[in-house]
């Protein structure tokens, strides 16, 4: 979290500020257009509370006609008969324009959401475009398969694998842009076309995502950009009967809530939803960057981050030692604006989520968790909340067991040598997002793998994304996979075949 942040040049500047000057439009058939209201709403910059642009705040009304436009390049348009190479090469296209606009794209998301400029750059706008190159390849090699029947006949059966139809998908705020992108790619590869929201705290990089796409030549109506709040144009969007899926990140209780609207016409769902990740360290880890990651996991981008590794099992023979070391990590961190080069934490993205934060540590406080670093805002504009480790805490306490989404950190100790003990330990959760294993002895690393019930384990590293490996929770951290084939393929139907000879 210490290396270099590269420098924002004025061009890109320049770019930012005339995109922020005036409201941001819906774009909804290929055009740009004002929310059917009329009404905008204001997008504050958390670094400083102050408001620095507008976007259209879209309804109903918006969501329908862009379902509309969706439906109409499903069924009608170019994008209904063009080749799968045709669209790998629309994604290579569109990877393209986000490289060569990414300084002013990672300046609008650390605007936007107050990463630093660093991360939004490397890991937003790059890990944006290999996702869709990752993607693009697969427009070309999805297919279905002949199937030997036994039933008495001569038969010629096949499967056919066809894109599901009108995609609705809704991306949150912590990682605007790049989750926008990995939510799109894999569905417009297959053939789908898509309605897509944004948070209502982070419009603007999808808005500048949609300039792209008309800039990289999609058909109109393929891709369709609808800004607002999740209880209007959100809601709207995972109830209409028009819609054939929908694709949501963001938390469990909103993915619950996305369930029950979808149950109307019962569309196919992928959740991406919460957790609270566990790290387990063992005394013969290399405890060096065993700890070193363990501070990263939870401090990058304020601990907004679905997989963070929040809960913290240390081995009691070196248990002071991390915690030591993640407290010395925490005090030297550079808390900021992510415009700052000197930045390696920003803000929390919203007045809401520090008080949602701050609420937690005061309930760990009041259980009995002892805070070690942190614990408090900082004294300044913005929503900045300090690093935090709590150490005295328990299972059953509430900010060990529920999400925070904040650089709150829960450590605690364990001296079982017993893997299905540390299992149960680690385990004992609503969620199974991701979690973390640190030892020497691969043989406990694999056993201990299969005994974890998460859908990513990382194994003395720290958190990878890469766009061909599948990610997902068990448990109450989502429904379906998203990246790889897995991910690709929830986009499709499979049709079956039988012709009689």
């Known amino acids: 979290m210490n290396a270099p942040a590269p420098m924002i040049s004025d061009a890109a500047r320049a770019r930012a500020a005339g995109f922020t000057a005036q409201p941001r439009q819906l774009y909804i058939g290929g055009k740009w257009q004002a929310a059917a209201s009329g009404e905008t709403f204001a997008v ?23 379902v509309s436009a969706a439906r109409r390049a499903f069924e009608g348009s170019a994008w209904s008969t063009m080749t799968p190479a045709q669209r790998a090469r629309l994604l290579l296209k569109l990877a393209d324009l986000i490289e060569a606009n990414g300084d002013e794209i990672a300046l609008l998301e650390s605007l936007d959401n107050g990463m630093p400029f660093r991360m939004a750059k490397f890991g937003g706008v790059f890990g944006a475009a290999e996702s869709l190159r990752y993607h693009a390849g697969w427009a070309t090699k999805l297919h279905g398969a002949t199937v030997n029947l036994s039933m008495p ?35 417009l590869a297959v053939g789908c076309t898509v309605v897509l929201k944004p948070a209502e705290q982070t419009p603007l990089t999808t808005v500048r995502l949609g ?38 990140t963001g938390s469990t209780s909103t993915g619950k809530e996305i369930l029950k609207a979808c149950a109307g016409n019962l569309k196919r769902v992928t959740l991406e939803l919460g957790g609270k990740s566990p790290v387990i360290i ?41 915690v030591e070391g993640v407290v010395s990590r925490a005090r030297k961190l550079n808390l900021g604006p992510g415009t700052e080069p000197a930045t390696e934490i920003g803000p929390l993205v919203s007045e809401e989520q520090r008080t949602r934060v701050l609420g937690y540590v005061d309930s760990g406080k009041a259980d009995g968790a002892r805070v070690l670093v942190g614990g408090a805002a900082l004294p300044r504009a913005g929503y900045f909340v300090a690093p935090t480790v709590l150490t005295d805490t328990t299972q059953k306490m ?30 004992d959760s609503d969620y199974g997002l991701a979690a973390s294993i640190w030892t020497r002895d691969i043989s406990t690393a694999h056993k201990l793998a299969k005994k974890i019930r998460a859908g990513s384990v990382r194994i003395n590293t720290q958190g990878t994304v890469d766009p061909a490996l599948p990610l997902g929770g068990y448990k109450q951290s989502g429904w379906g996979r998203e990246n790889g084939r897995e991910g690709t393929e929830i986009y499709t139907e499979v049709k079956s075949v039988t012709v009689g000879l």
């Open 153 to 187: 006949g001569d038969w010629h059966a096949y499967t056919l694998r066809e894109p599901v139809g009108v995609v609705g998908q809704i991306v949150p705020w912590n990682f605007p842009f790049v989750m926008g992108v990995a939510k799109i790619a894999p569905a």
């Open 44 to 66: 504050v910059d958390p670094a400083n509370a102050q408001v620095f642009a507008h976007a259209a705040s879209g309804g109903a009304a918006d969501v329908d006609a862009a």
């Open 398 to 427: 509430k900010v060990v067991r529920e999400e925070i989404f904040g650089p709150v950190l829960c450590a605690m100790k364990f001296a079982d040598a017993d893997l299905d003990a540390i299992a149960r330990m680690a385990n």
């Open 211 to 248: 300039e792209l796409i008309a800039e990289a030549g999609f058909p109109e109506g393929v891709v369709n950009i609808v800004t607002g709040f999740g209880e209007t144009a959100g809601r709207a969007l995972v109830a209409h009967p028009d819609v054939n899926k929908i694709a949501f």
């Open 282 to 322: 063992f005394p013969d880890a290399a405890l060096e960057p065993a700890t070193e990651v363990a501070a990263r996991g939870i401090f990058m981008n304020a601990g907004q981050v679905c997989a963070a590794g929040s809960r913290l099992f240390v081995h009691e023979k070196v248990f002071e030692q991390v």
